[in-house]
């Protein structure tokens, strides 16, 4: 297992480590530096996990900003349905449609 990519971010440190067969993105806490984090998600390419990767630290940093937390690959807030990131990651969803997201979630549960 190689770090192929790390970004700063949010308190955390965002890494895509080289698995030999596979890129995974996982994410780990700053507290314990000795470890590489929870596995959200796994790419076949390395050009796509390091996209995947800034653009998973845009959506923490969002999804933090609504009062969501990171629960194994996914958001979750209380009373909230929950938003699986690889699932986001995967279908090319933009962080504003994100953001957008989020505002009807906040509308239609929290109202």
Not at 37 to 42: E, L, T, V, Y
Request: with cysteine.
């Amino acid at each position: 297992m190689t770090v192929k990519y790390r970004i700063p971010c949010s308190e955390t440190d965002i890494y895509v480590l080289d698995k030999g067969d596979s890129f995974h993105l996982t994410i780990g806490s700053r507290v314990n530096p000795l470890s590489y984090g929870n596995k959200i998600s796994d790419y076949v390419s390395l050009g796509k996990a390091i996209d995947a990767a800034d653009k998973f630290c845009a959506m923490f940093k969002l999804s933090k900003e609504y009062g969501y937390h990171l629960e194994g690959s996914a958001f979750e807030k209380d009373g909230m349905p929950p938003i699986p990131v690889p699932e986001w990651l995967e279908g090319e969803v933009s962080v504003e449609a994100m953001r957008e997201q989020l505002d009807r979630n906040a509308r239609q549960y929290e109202a």
